[in-house]
Antibody, heavy 121, light 107 residues
């Protein structure tokens, strides 16, 4: 059974940093691309970042480019999102999502339960 | 960037009725890279349909997807109580955009 378990969310002040983690199990982690998708309250999901199966390619939404860094550790079957220079508009539930295959194009066939990030003073 | 417009915003129906949800793309969507997700309050989205018309694993056959040019449709043939939720379409080709959602509520 595929399981994705996010952690690391919380309350942070504007300009602060946070690192999200997503522990994956139930599939061959190194064979699939992975993404972070966020959802602000009452809004549609918004894709944030993606990383290829090998970790050699990373992609970012314009809204987070230069501030967020995605990475993965295949020895730990874990996906990360380092978030710096956080803004109020980054407030959302952040989901870890498994891609349907190793490279594009892919849809998201499994999602974690999400972790809430609140940026506020 | 492809913009997806879903309609209606809210659909009020009774259990057993048929639901028809629309998702219109602002430009041609390559090779039908269109997915549908269901989301219930407090839960993550769940994949229903990919490739515009293929059901994901474990999805009941009352859910079906179709396409006509830049118009995509999700049909729920007979609503069950557990189907009342918000539904999102997503393009996963050149962009990864989501539509704004359609809420299916109990009438």
């Amino acid at each position: 059974e595929v399981q994705l378990l996010e952690s690391g969310g919380g309350l942070v002040q504007p300009g602060g940093s946070l690192r999200l983690s997503c522990a994956a199990s139930g599939f061959t982690f190194s064979s699939y691309a992975m993404s972070w998708v966020r959802q602000a309250p009452g809004k549609e999901p918004e894709w944030v970042s993606a990383i290829s199966d090998s970790g050699g390619s990373t992609y970012y939404a314009d809204s987070v480019k230069g501030r967020f860094t995605i990475s993965r550790d295949k020895s730990k079957n874990t996906l990360y999102l380092q978030m710096n220079s956080l803004r109020a508009e980054d407030t959302a539930v952040y989901y870890c999502a498994k891609a349907s295959q190793g490279g594009r194009p892919y849809y998201f066939d499994y999602w974690g339960q999400g972790t809430l990030v609140t940026v506020s003073s | 960037e492809i913009v997806l417009t879903q309609s209606p915003g809210t659909l009020s129906l009774s259990p057993g009725e048929r639901a028809t949800l629309s998702c219109r793309a602002s430009q041609s969507v390559s090779s039908s890279y269109l997915a549908w997700y269901q989301q219930k309050p407090g839960q993550a989205p769940r994949l229903l349909i990919y490739g515009a018309s293929s059901r994901a694993t474990g999805i009941p056959d009352r859910f079906s997807g179709s396409e006509s040019g830049t118009d995509f449709t999700l049909t729920i043939s007979r609503l069950e109580p557990e189907d009342f939720a918000v539904y999102y379409c997503q393009h996963y080709g050149s962009s990864r955009t989501f539509g704004q959602g359609t809420k299916v509520e109990i009438k």
